[in-house]
């Protein structure tokens, strides 16, 4: 593995303590960047940048991911002067806005399309239904070609159980070269939110032919569990890997702490340099909700040089967890309790932290979608199962909050 990509599990019983890191019980931070500092009035250099995967290009080592309130022309310009040559969107983020807006940006500027990586999504019910969305985002983006695309939350829930073999199919394979064939697509491949994701980046793996997967991650995998090694599975095929969600659990951190301010990094800086010390991945894609964030994301971006000490990634594991995780990255516990009695926990998690952090009112139409038997957490001794939770999730506080805000 690349040096400082991972932390074992002995290593994390060294918390924090060994680096004095203090968290006070009252010290809850914005979301990264909230403190409104402004970007440079004049655009800066591109961020620096990775290889996606074996056949991807280089991209930049941070998305801007398209579900900010703020979604304009003028905020793709905003996020081009900080450096990102990123973007990341959807058919069905903001109603289609994500893309509507970063169409009208590759209008006003049709000489940057080259410059930039575009990565967009859509849910296709079957493998035939591809080439007909890419040509519907192609339209929405106002480009002649997509750079990535991505079936979008691949699961078992919305593609059924067929949907495990899809990586690995004849017909998605003939699909994909059909399509980049025709010069509309570069790359394809799929994100995925699924409880099960590790079978489908085994899948992916034993295909060989998916080109990038966009996943829900943590940057504290431990040696050899079950994400570890499906991660490790696509990296030595060749599947470009990036990763989302990275900051949810940071959203409530202490903005600074001493021990990150001696290194210069703020603890969102130090969050996305955790991240970024597992060298099998290529790219954050990260949700930005004002200039601050775009600055201070692309700020930490530009000083990331080498892994951060196993230290320091250990302290930024324990501030997240001693500040009121949102979301678990799927722990066995986790796993076997959702899998036994059919709550989703990790969909009820996602909507929370998106109503709570983000304000997206979707939130609750996506959680009153959820069966009853997926919302039913009654059955299960939630304050047991978070002793049993590698990362301490309060699954019993996290239901009620669900059920206030959407029941």
């Not at 806005?97 to 859509?122: A, H, M």
């Not at 943590?218 to 969600?245: N, Q, S, W, Y």
């Amino acid at each position: 593995m690349k040096q400082g990509s991972k932390i074992s599990r002995r290593a994390m019983l060294g918390t924090a303590a060994s680096l004095s890191v203090a968290v006070p019980a009252a010290a809850v931070a914005e979301p990264s960047g909230s403190s409104g500092k402004k970007p440079a009035a004049s655009a800066l250099a591109p961020l620096q940048t990775r290889k996606l995967g074996r056949n991807g290009p280089s991209i930049s080592i941070l998305s801007m991911g398209g579900q900010a309130e703020l979604l304009s022309p003028d905020y793709y310009d905003k996020a081009w002067d900080v450096g990102i040559r990123y973007f990341d969107v959807a058919d069905c983020y903001r109603g289609g806005q994500s893309e509507r807006e970063l169409g009208k940006w590759n209008l006003k500027y049709p000489e940057r399309r080259k410059e930039v990586f575009i990565c967009t999504k859509d849910h296709p019910k079957t493998l035939s239904d591809i080439p007909r969305m890419i040509d519907a985002r192609l339209e929405a983006l106002r480009t002649d070609h997509i750079d990535l695309f991505l079936i979008h939350g691949l699961g078992a829930k919305e593609y059924g159980e067929e949907s495990y073999d899809w990586p690995k199919s004849a017909e998605f394979k003939r699909i994909s070269e059909r399509m980049k064939k025709t010069g509309k697509v570069n790359l394809l491949g799929f994100s995925c939110h699924d409880l099960q994701s590790d079978r489908y980046l085994h899948a992916a793996a034993e295909g060989g032919f998916v080109d990038a997967v966009l996943m829900h991650s943590f940057p504290f995998h431990e040696d050899g569990d079950g994400p570890d090694r499906a991660i490790d599975a696509c990296h030595k095929t060749g599947i470009g890997l990036m990763g989302m969600k990275v900051m949810r659990n940071a959203a409530r951190i202490p903005k600074r702490v001493p021990e990150f301010d001696k290194i210069g990094l703020t603890t969102h800086q130090a969050a996305l340099h955790a991240f970024w010390s597992d060298e099998r991945f290529s790219s954050a894609c990260v949700w930005m909700a004002n200039e601050g964030q775009l600055a201070e994301n692309a700020e930490g971006a530009r000083k990331y040089e080498t892994p951060l000490l196993a230290g320091h990634r250990r302290a930024i594991r324990d501030l997240m967890l001693a500040n009121g995780p949102a979301l678990c990255p799927g722990c066995p516990s986790c796993r076997e309790v959702a899998e036994r009695y059919g709550t989703d926990l990790k969909s009820i998690s996602r909507y929370v932290a998106y109503y709570e952090q983000d304000g997206t009112l979707a939130a609750r139409t996506h959680y009153r979608a959820l069966s009853m038997l997926e919302r039913d957490a009654s059955r299960i001794d939630l304050h047991a199962l978070r002793q049993r939770c590698d990362f301490h999730v309060d699954y019993a506080d996290i239901v009620q909050r669900a059920e206030r805000y959407f029941a």
